[in-house]
């Protein structure tokens, strides 16, 4: 169950990695006292995004039998991903991965597994930060992936039904689509919340923090602020310069790479899926219905509980509540 929900920004600041830690670890210990959360175990998420230390992939294994122990199996996917010469940190490499079920490939019967691959320095890096505030991870995930779990879970999807599913965040776009049980990520587009946010303050020549409130909408605006219409107007030509134009060319490669489907939906989230209007703008851009995520109604949340800015910000908190999940909410 969810009793309590909290977000912050860290902030950016000069210097190099172990100052930017630094002010991640100030931010996580601050939001830790102030919730008075007593428990410390933590499922934490790595970036689909950093491609060069995740890695998600299908993969196809001939001659093994469903059964086969998990350890078993990640030595396969071992094997295969050094086969395919597919990783370049294989041998700093953490493994995982999921049978989704049996298959049969150029003639051969086998398993069709999910892998996923992350580099153990990232590992590392994330549970010294958790140790340093305090908490201990129990699990840990890519942030595609607890979205996905969310969506999922809370989305009445029938068997025939697939659709796209957006994570759109502070620096990227994670992009994947789901059909028939299985999930296909697509590479994450570098591009989303903060850059628009850059362009609102170059564009009406304002700071950083007035371009973020005006983004967010009327009920930001302030006194001498733009009107709403004209501020969507600036986020408009870059989404369509920039996130336009990408999400078209995975929608491409999605249908050739399955000719016989078509999504039926686009589900959007991460905080900059809260911008006022995206879902109009996508549907008519991208021609297929899209809807932000919404899920507080399909999920435990105690309603006594600190939870007013997880239900006023759902696209938001969509990976740490996919998390929650994975932790067994
Ligand atoms: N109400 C809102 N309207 C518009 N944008 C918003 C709103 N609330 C948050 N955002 C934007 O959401 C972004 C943060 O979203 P999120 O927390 O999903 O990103 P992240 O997971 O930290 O980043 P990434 O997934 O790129 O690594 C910020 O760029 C912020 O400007
Ligand atoms: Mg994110």
């Keep these: 169950m969810i009793t309590f929900a909290q977000s912050a920004t860290i902030p950016q600041v000069e210097g190099d990695e172990l100052a930017q830690m630094e002010a991640i670890r100030d931010t996580l210990n601050t939001l830790v006292t ?40 990640k030595m396969n996917v071992r094997a295969e991903f050094e086969a395919q010469d597919f990783i370049s940190y294989l041998d700093d490499a953490e493994i995982d991965c999921h049978v989704e079920g049996e298959t049969t ?62 994570d ?13 049980g299985k999930l296909y990520p697509y590479p994450p587009i570098l591009f989303a919340g903060m850059d628009l946010t850059s362009h609102v303050a170059q564009t009406l020549n304002v700071n950083e923090d007035e371009a973020e409130a005006y983004k967010h909408g009327k009920e930001a605006m302030v006194d001498g602020s733009p009107e709403e219409a004209d501020v ?16 078209y060319g995975h929608f491409d490669a999605y249908t050739r790479e399955f000719p016989e ?44 509980g600190e939870v007013a800015a997880l239900k006023d910000n759902e696209p938001l908190f969509s990976t740490a509540v996919g998390l929650a999940l994975k932790g067994g909410l």
């Excluded at 759109?168 to 028939?180: E, L, R």
């Excluded at 109009?280 to 949340?301: G, K, N």
């Design 34 to 73: 102030e919730s008075n959360v007593r428990k410390k175990k933590v499922v934490i998420a790595v970036p689909a995004a950093l491609e060069e230390e995740v890695t998600m992939k299908s993969i196809f294994i001939p001659d093994l039998p469903i059964d086969v122990p998990k350890e078993v199996m």
């Design 105 to 166: 490939f150029d003639g051969n019967h086998g398993l069709d597994v999910f892998a996923v691959a992350v580099h153990r320095d990232l590992i590392e890096r994330r549970v010294q930060l958790l140790r340093d505030c305090g908490m201990f991870p129990i699990a840990i995930d890519v942030d595609f992936l607890a979205l996905a779990r969310l969506v999922v879970t809370t989305t009445q999807l029938s068997d025939e039904e697939d659709i796209a599913i957006l």
């Design 168 to 180: 759109i965040g502070a620096t990227t776009t994670d992009v994947g689509f789901y059909q028939h």
């Design 232 to 247: 969507w107007g600036v986020l408009e030509d870059k989404l369509n310069q920039e996130l336009c134009l990408e999400l």
């Design 261 to 304: 489907f078509k999504p039926s939906k686009v589900i959007i989230s991460g905080g900059t899926a809260q911008l006022p209007q995206l879902d109009e703008f996508f549907t008519s851009q991208l021609a297929i219905p899209v809807d932000v995520l919404h899920y507080v109604d399909r999920i435990a949340v105690d309603a006594n």
